[in-house]
């Protein structure tokens, strides 16, 4: 499980451009969002830096816990 704290993520169409980023490069990945605590926790066989990379795209910015 790799777990992201991403403060500028502040609502639902946050959290859904997210999922998409990170479907996008493993679409077999399991993601859990907390809206309230700003995280992304991800179960994926993509590395963290790929998937920060994918949440950086969307127009975020993810620090790992």
Known sequence: MI???VQD???GHCA???TKAINGVDAGAKV???IEGRT???ESTATAGELAEA???A???PQVV
């Open 3 to 5: 777990e992201f704290n």
């Open 9 to 11: 993520m502040t609502c």
């Open 16 to 18: 859904g451009r997210i």
């Open 32 to 34: 859990e969002i907390k």
């Open 40 to 42: 992304v926790s991800v």
């Open 55 to 57: 949440i950086s795209d």
């Open 59 to 61: 127009g975020y910015t």
